[in-house]
């Protein structure tokens, strides 16, 4: 599958968003700043340009954006938004909404990789308005009615 990309930061020119191995699912999003960029902990979410925009076309699918699992799990560092939603039909920059949920102070360097990109299918559906609903085995049953094991 190809992507249209436009570049907004020349300095990822030779580096585009790429796949950290073979098997790697999410395309590295880098951070493109002129200066370090400190978030205190708990505080507000600071939107981050990625320098680049991309074209998804295809209604088919849609971009989104994760944040990585390392920084998330090491440094407290992840989405205010816990995901980002590209449609296919956006053409802007790509941002990503930084928040550090640790308890110490995050750095983010000038073209450092904070988030990850992940293309996945989309089905656009269509309601059928219903009386109710033919049975099922669960029914109305909600959070925790299917039970622990």
């Known amino acids: 599958m190809y992507i249209d990309i436009r570049i907004l930061d020349t300095r990822l020119n030779d580096d585009l968003p790429s796949y950290a191995t073979p098997g790697s699912a999410g395309l590295d999003l880098r951070a493109s700043l002129q200066e370090p960029l400190t978030l205190a902990p708990g505080a507000p979410a600071t939107l981050v340009g990625t320098g680049i ?19 998330g799990h090491k440094k407290g ?20 909404s930084a928040w ?3 308890h110490d102070t995050i750095v983010i360097e000038p073209l450092e990789r904070i988030a990850q990109l992940v293309i996945v299918p989309v089905v656009q559906a269509r309601f059928n308005i219903v009386e109710q609903f033919e049975a099922s085995a669960r029914g109305t049953g909600g959070y925790g009615s299917t039970g622990t094991r």
Request: overall charge negative; proline content about 5%.
């Open 77 to 96: 560092l992840v989405l205010g938004n816990l995901v980002g939603l590209i449609d296919s039909d956006y053409q802007g920059e790509l941002m990503v």
């Open 53 to 71: 925009a991309i074209y998804l076309r295809d209604p088919g699918y849609a971009a989104l954006v994760l944040p990585r699992s390392g920084l």
């Open 100 to 102: 550090n949920r640790g």
